[in-house]
């Protein structure tokens, strides 16, 4: 093979023809990893309107109806439904909506599980929430949340 290649491009660019095929092929395999991030992202990007809103309709949209909600409260541990946890938003914005932040910080995926990371940045908390992500019929959702609250300096 290298025979006819050396016929038909000089040797010396031979190296970087190679070169040039494994960032084409990288960045198809990019393109797609970018379409499937994108994918995954809807059940964050629900997750993130519903606290925006109050709407929790949102929120049993980002979730499994079989996740947990899990954290510490006073530091005890609390679990709560997707059910119980969409309950608890009380279908209109917070007050203070508009001094809040949030944003998806990463999500690596491998096949039909992923992990991610958001943050919530409020005026008086921010929450760090972690995400274990599951492909369910060609849809990503939110199979489980395990979350850290920290007063705002």
């Known amino acids: 093979m290298r025979n006819v290649w050396s016929r038909l491009v000089p040797p010396r ?3 970087a023809l190679a ?3 494994l960032m084409l092929s990288a960045g198809a395999v990019t393109a797609q990893e970018s379409a ?3 994918l995954a992202r809807k059940p964050l990007e629900s997750y993130m309107q519903g606290h925006a809103t109050g709407n929790p309709a949102h929120i049993r949209a980002a979730f499994l109806p079989t996740a947990r909600i899990d954290g510490l409260r006073d530091g005890k ?3 709560r439904t997707t059910e119980e946890f969409a309950a608890g938003f009380s279908g209109k914005p917070a007050d203070d909506e508009a001094l809040r932040k949030r944003r998806i910080d990463r999500i690596e995926l491998h096949g039909n599980a ?3 990371q958001v943050t919530l940045d409020y005026p008086t908390i921010t929450f760090t929430d972690y995400f274990v992500l ?3 019929d060609g849809e ?3 199979a489980s949340k395990v979350y ?3 007063p705002t300096n």
């Open 140 to 142: 990503w959702k939110i």
């Open 13 to 15: 660019y031979l190296n």
């Open 77 to 79: 541990p609390v679990s």
């Open 148 to 150: 850290v609250a920290q």
């Open 134 to 136: 599951l492909k369910v």
């Open 114 to 116: 992923g992990m991610a």
């Open 36 to 38: 499937e991030e994108a």
């Open 19 to 21: 070169l040039c095929g």
